[in-house]
């Protein structure tokens, strides 16, 4: 069983991280594909910049949920039948951030994963999580790049982690294998990024 649930958590949190808020929102309310439009990624920045506000933080909230779902159940059944519960939500966490990136529901078409890479964090170890979201808050309201934000606060991630002690090296594994990924997804906005024409995030308009 111990080696079963790798496999179970990779496939449902493969599956049900797949299913896209951003996405489905935005057929839903507007008649549009929001991979589409701007940047063309099914994200919760994106879809600010493109619809503005109203429903963005909808789409916010849903992708955090799901992967709190995700690793509350998986984090509790690896501990259940004797592997780390760290290692649970991160290999959970990571499969979910695959899920996300390439759902098989949408043409292996999806979002970057930020937000469930985020929420996993949390439940790994929550000062990590704390000190990624204080240096994201910080790049995001000085600079104001989202994309610059994020990936330096996942950056700071297995550090921090590695300060202050994990389970099994397997979840500083997992949690880079994650942090890379990220970085990856986020390619078309390190090109933007260094040709400076990255667009900056905003509370108020759609697009600054």
């Known amino acids: 069983m111990k080696v079963a649930i790798f496999f179970i958590a990779a496939v449902c949190a493969y599956l049900l991280s797949g299913v896209n808020p951003a996405i489905v929102l935005s057929h839903l309310i507007y008649h549009q594909d929001i991979r589409t439009l701007g940047s063309k990624n099914p994200g919760f920045t994106n879809f600010k910049r493109v619809f503005g506000g109203r429903y963005a933080w909808f789409v916010f909230v849903l992708d955090i949920l799901k992967s709190v ?59 990590s999580a704390l000190i990624a979201m204080a240096i994201m808050m910080l790049l995001l309201f000085t600079v104001k790049y989202m ?62």
């Open 69 to 127: 779902l995700l690793c509350l159940v998986f984090g509790w059944a690896f501990s259940a039948v004797g592997n780390s519960y760290q290692l649970g939500v991160a290999f959970t966490g990571f499969c979910a951030m695959l899920g996300h990136a390439y759902p098989v529901w949408y043409g292996l078409k999806g979002g970057k994963g930020f937000l469930v890479a985020a929420a996993a964090i949390w439940f790994i170890d929550w000062r």
């Open 147 to 208: 994309s610059l934000s994020v990936m330096t606060a996942a950056v700071s991630c297995p550090l921090t982690l590695l300060l202050f002690g994990v389970e099994t090296p397997w979840v500083l594994v997992c949690v880079t294998l994650s942090v890379l990924f990220l970085i990856y997804r986020h390619k078309e906005n390190i090109r933007r990024l260094r040709a400076g024409t990255e667009s900056k995030f905003s509370l108020k308009s759609k697009v600054e």
